[in-house]
């Protein structure tokens, strides 16, 4: 049964030793914010109605993306204080852009450099028109 004999065999794998006298190492700080982050920041600014699980859901639905990465993804921006809880009306979490993630939206986001990612994940055009129309809007408040 030569086969199957490849089953049986075990990977030699090298032992892991932790030395107690030496320190923990450091951690990394956290990743960068990826472009659907920066999209869900971008959205929650500019629609704050749109900052609760079933909106963002709804929002995204049209997309190639599964509404369970974007709601992963919103708690990835809430563990790094991008985005902090707000007022819950009627038993619904809403989620706000906190200062930081306000700062860091206006240093990172670009709506030129985001339209490509929108067309990869919503090739209709839907969210990258709103995009357009939200950068014209900054533009003339300004």
Same mark, same amino acid.
């Given at each position: 049964?030569?086969?199957?004999? #490849?089953?049986?065999?075990?990977?030699?794998? =090298?032992?892991?030793?932790?030395?107690?006298?030496?320190?923990?190492?450091? =951690?990394?700080?956290?990743?960068?914010?990826?472009?659907?982050?920066?999209?869900?920041?971008?959205?929650?600014? =500019? #629609?704050?109605?749109?900052?609760?699980?079933? =909106?963002?859901?709804? #929002?995204?639905?049209?997309?190639?993306?599964?509404?369970?990465?974007?709601?992963?993804?919103?708690?990835?921006?809430?563990?790094?204080?991008?985005?902090?809880?707000?007022?819950?009306?009627?038993?619904?979490?809403?989620?706000?852009?906190?200062?930081?993630?306000?700062?860091?939206?206006?240093?990172?986001?670009?709506?030129?450099?985001?339209?490509?990612?929108?067309?990869?994940?919503?090739?209709?055009?839907?969210?990258?028109?709103?995009?357009?129309?939200?950068?014209?809007?900054?533009?003339?408040?300004?």
């Amino acid at each position: 049964m030569k086969l199957f004999s #490849f089953w049986r065999r075990q990977p030699k794998v =090298a032992p892991v030793v932790i030395d107690p006298s030496k320190p923990a190492p450091i =951690a990394e700080e956290r990743p960068p914010v990826v472009p659907l982050q920066l999209l869900i920041l971008q959205v929650v600014q =500019a #629609f704050p109605n749109r900052g609760e699980d079933r =909106a963002l859901r709804r #929002f995204f639905e049209k997309t190639s993306i599964d509404a369970a990465r974007v709601l992963q993804s919103r708690n990835q921006l809430v563990e790094n204080g991008l985005l902090q809880q707000g007022v819950v009306k009627q038993g619904v979490q809403y989620f706000v852009l906190s200062e930081k993630g306000g700062t860091y939206l206006e240093e990172h986001y670009k709506p030129e450099a985001m339209i490509a990612y929108v067309l990869e994940i919503e090739p209709k055009g839907f969210i990258a028109t709103l995009l357009r129309n939200i950068a014209e809007k900054s533009q003339q408040e300004s």
